[in-house]
């Protein structure tokens, strides 16, 4: 080991989020150094990123142009909050931002995904209160879906294991059902069957009076839930349904924001216009926390009948607008640009999505799912589900490669600027691992 590298002789003081910590401070992970694609252990093993970070890298690690824009900003101007005063670059961000996503004008920033999804559910639920429809309180999410761990995004979210342990929550919320069909099994992109389940949001003005409900959130690629592309034309009937009742429908683009569909925004891949996005990660390549929920000027609008003297909207973060943050979405959005990193995700979602559907003889492989630069490789269950997931995650470890385990679905979502060869590297490795099974 370098004499260089700094091991942490406490483990136990860092509280560490969605950790099983005994089992971590076992056999600990510790990552000290990332450069391109890869990462480097303390003990000087080289990892495959396969997971961009944690779907966020997209430009991949320690891109230089992004690092010196975040020195050079902290040497700047540090910090000013945004409470009725500003900073130019704050401004410049927004305005390169809403320039990426057609149809929405405002960026309301936060500092996360989670803190993203809640604005975006408050901004709804405001909307319709100044639109003189108070009675609209019902927040539609759909059975699997991840929309962070703030209290608005767990009640709409659909993982039970997330939820359990927190009790009521938002009291108004509704679910849909997953879109996680049988049939669907080893599709490429998107599935043929499952529209018809969005009818479940008919069927819950049905229930509820299409007139009390407030807004529906739905990943437009179920992520977090094990990697679920949504079925051909279900997007669209959310979309028919929410217009026939004044609903407002929210994609949450934490994770397909910023290219992973090959174009900005997932929205435009699918060709169905959200009212509201939510976004963070790939903001500013994960590099300084960033999120923020693009809206349409008509949800705008609406907020500017406030009286000139308040606060159009009673909500924000010290840290909204963070200068570091502007500074680092202005560098990401730059290098996106200029090194053509959507281009690229577009150009290999073919070849990506070969790659991971050529695994589907191996016996341990029960379904796989891929689409844009996002895929999830399902193993079937060994033992208590998980099982098989997390003995796969530490046997690609081992050979160098991250992947995410999801239940027992191995979920990856490589930076977008991986290479045919990073493709060649992480099936073999796939194939070498899953079938030794
Ligand atoms: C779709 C979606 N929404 C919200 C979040 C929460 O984001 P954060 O962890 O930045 O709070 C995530 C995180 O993975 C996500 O995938």
Same mark, same amino acid.
């Given at each position: ?12 003081? @860092?509280? %560490?989020?969605?950790? &099983? ?20 252990? =303390?003990? +000087? ?20 142009? =992004?690092?010196?824009? =975040? !020195? ?21 961000? &927004? ?33 319709? #209160? ?18 962070? =761990?703030? @209290? ?13 342990? @927190?009790?009521? $929550? ?24 499952? *529209?018809? $389940? ?15 409900? *407030? ?30 009742? /004044? ?9 397909? +924001?910023?290219?992973? #569909?090959?174009?900005? @925004? ?16 790939? %903001? ?5 926390? #960033? ?29 909204? +607008?963070?200068? $570091? ?29 070969? %790659?991971?559907?050529? $695994? ?59 290479? !045919? ?5 992480? /099936? ?8 030794? /099974?």
């Amino acid at each position: 080991m370098p004499d260089t590298v700094r091991v942490p002789n406490d483990l136990d003081s @860092f509280w %560490m989020p969605f950790t &099983a910590s005994r089992a971590f401070q076992e056999n600990p992970r510790l990552i000290n150094k990332a450069d391109g694609v890869y990462y480097s252990t =303390i003990d +000087g093993k080289q990892l495959f990123d396969g997971t961009g970070g944690l779907w966020c890298c997209n430009a991949g690690h320690n891109h230089p142009r =992004i690092v010196k824009a =975040i !020195q050079d900003q902290a040497a700047e101007l540090d910090f000013v909050h945004s409470f009725g005063q500003g900073h130019p670059i704050a401004f410049e961000a &927004a305005a390169r931002v809403v320039d990426l996503a057609p149809g929405l004008d405002h960026v309301f920033f936060t500092n996360s995904g989670s803190e993203a999804v809640d604005t975006a559910l408050k901004i709804a639920l405001a909307y319709h #209160m100044a639109n003189g429809e108070g009675e609209r309180r019902i927040l539609v999410g759909r059975e699997k879906a991840y929309h962070g =761990i703030n @209290f608005g995004g767990l009640s709409v979210g659909g993982i039970g294991a997330n939820k359990g342990q @927190f009790g009521t $929550l938002y009291p108004s919320a509704a679910h849909m059902r997953h879109t996680v069909l049988e049939e669907n099994r080893f599709s490429r992109g998107q599935p043929d069957h499952g *529209a018809d $389940l969005a009818d479940d949001l008919q069927r819950l003005c049905d229930l509820h009076g299409g007139h009390a409900i *407030a807004a529906v959130i739905v990943e437009p690629v179920s992520g977090a839930g094990g990697v679920f592309p949504p079925p051909k034309g279900y997007l669209q009937r959310l979309r028919e349904i929410c217009d026939a009742h /004044g609903i407002l429908l929210i994609f949450d683009e934490v994770i397909t +924001g910023f290219g992973r #569909m090959g174009t900005p @925004f997932a929205y435009e891949a699918f060709g169905v216009q959200p009212d509201l996005v939510t976004c963070a990660k790939g %903001m500013t390549n994960a590099t300084v926390p #960033m999120g923020g929920v693009l809206t349409t000027s008509r949800v705008r609008e609406v907020f500017r009948k406030a009286p000139s003297k308040v606060p159009d909207l009673f909500h924000g973060y010290t840290y909204s +607008g963070h200068p $570091l943050a502007a500074a680092a979405c202005i560098a990401t959005l730059d290098v996106y640009r200029d090194d053509k990193v959507f281009e690229n995700a577009r150009d290999l979602a073919e070849p990506w999505a070969d %790659m991971l559907h050529g $695994l589907a003889d191996l016996d341990a492989v029960i379904d796989v799912r891929s689409c844009g630069i996002i895929g999830a490789v399902q193993l079937a269950q060994q033992g208590a589900v998980g099982d098989a997931g997390r003995a796969a995650h530490a046997a690609l470890w081992d050979e160098g490669l991250i992947a995410r385990p999801v239940g027992d679905a191995m979920c990856m979502s490589p930076p977008l600027v991986l290479t !045919q060869e990073h493709i060649d590297e992480i /099936g073999a490795t796939l194939r070498r691992v899953l079938g030794n /099974g």
